[in-house]
């Protein structure tokens, strides 16, 4: 390996670690930590799992497909892959995920210190900036390896440093902190905004066959985002949990079958677990507002927001073992169940 492949490797990775550590791993771990007591552990142990560790396997599963995002979803079909994708892609962009960026940045960076500063300029010159850095669509990845990693990195190991010194007791907002904070904050929410507003950018320019410019699509993105995120953070939040609790159960599902896909060669098996899945995640999005003629909370793991495990895994076995598309090892599993009954 040369040093260029090393310069490349690693402007890369620090650019997928700073795109995904956004500023809610900067501001919910102490607040989890705070909460979980003695229990911190665990409750840190789930979050790195549920938070970074499904965002790792998902990169690895898109990685081994060597077909993009496209190769988590294309064993449901044409067109529910695009549907998915499409649908994700608009949740984690202008409709949720790239707002949300500008309102956690003013409101834990801004608001506390210029609470005077006016949210719709704050939200303007943030999306002016996002949109400046993602205009050139082959220098993103450059630019977040080289300017905002190191950024975020030297805040986070501020607060590091910091917490280890004094780790407990009255909070004041010393100059020194409050920069620190504030700039990492900034940093941390710029490189999300930056890296979801480009790839979806690019998301979008392919699935219209370039009918619809990358450039057209960043601005167009970058005016949804601006409009939503002044409406704070409270309700962008409450716009995305009915819509992310249908999406976000599905696209795990896919993640981990992914994983297992050698011991999956039956497409059957991914419409049929992935089906289960939507039904259940959309029934338990609606009862929350309405009364369902399902008992959504008496399925396992519901405690847990896993109540789509077990439906997942029964209409996936019953995908496997009814299709057409039957292999020769599944005509024998058929046989010898059919030959003891």
């Known amino acids: 390996m040369n040093k260029t492949d090393t310069k490349n490797i690693s402007i890369i990775g620090f650019a997928i670690f700073a795109m995904f550590f956004g500023a809610g791993n900067l501001i919910f ?3 989890l930590g705070l909460l979980s007591g003695t229990g911190w552990f665990l409750s840190f142990l789930c979050f790195i799992i549920m938070d970074i560790g499904l965002s790792l396997l998902a990169l690895l599963v898109v990685t081994r497909t060597g077909k993009g995002t496209e190769g988590i979803t294309e064993k449901l079909g044409k067109l529910p892959s695009i549907l998915i994708l499409s649908l994700n892609a608009v949740c984690l962009g202008p409709l949720i995920a790239i707002p949300r960026t500008a309102a956690t940045a003013y409101e834990f960076s801004i608001a506390p210190f210029f609470p005077a500063f006016d949210t719709k300029i704050f939200s303007l010159l943030f999306f002016l900036a996002v949109v400046l850095f993602c205009l050139s669509q082959s220098k993103v990845i450059d630019i977040i390896g080289t300017v905002f990693a190191p950024l975020i990195l030297a805040a986070l190991l501020f607060l590091i440093v ?13 100059a020194a902190a409050s920069s620190a904070v504030r700039d990492g904050i900034n940093a941390g929410c710029l490189t999300p905004a930056i890296g979801l507003l480009s790839s979806f950018a690019s998301f979008f320019e392919k699935q219209t066959k370039g009918k619809v410019s990358y450039r057209t699509l960043v601005f167009g993105f970058a005016g949804i985002s ?6 704070g953070i409270t309700r962008i939040l409450a716009l995305a949990s009915p819509i992310l609790n249908i999406l976000y159960p ?35 999005a609606i ?31 019953m995908g496997y073992l009814f299709t057409r598309e039957r292999t020769s090892a599944q005509r024998r599993i058929i046989g010898n169940i059919a030959a003891r009954t």
């Open 250 to 284: 599905v696209l795990v599902l896919l993640v981990i079958m992914g994983l297992m896909e050698k011991w999956l060669p039956n497409a059957a098996v991914y419409r049929s677990a992935a089906s289960g899945t939507i039904v259940v995640s959309t029934l338990s």
């Open 226 to 231: 601006y409009v939503i995120s002044n409406f």
């Open 162 to 174: 910091k917490g280890i010194v004094s780790p407990l007791g009255a909070i004041e907002l010393q």
């Open 287 to 317: 009862s929350e507002y309405l009364p369902v003629p399902v008992h959504i909370a008496g399925l396992p793991l519901y405690e847990y927001g896993f109540q789509w495990v077990l439906p997942a895994a029964i209409c996936g076995l």
């Open 29 to 31: 771990p102490p607040y």
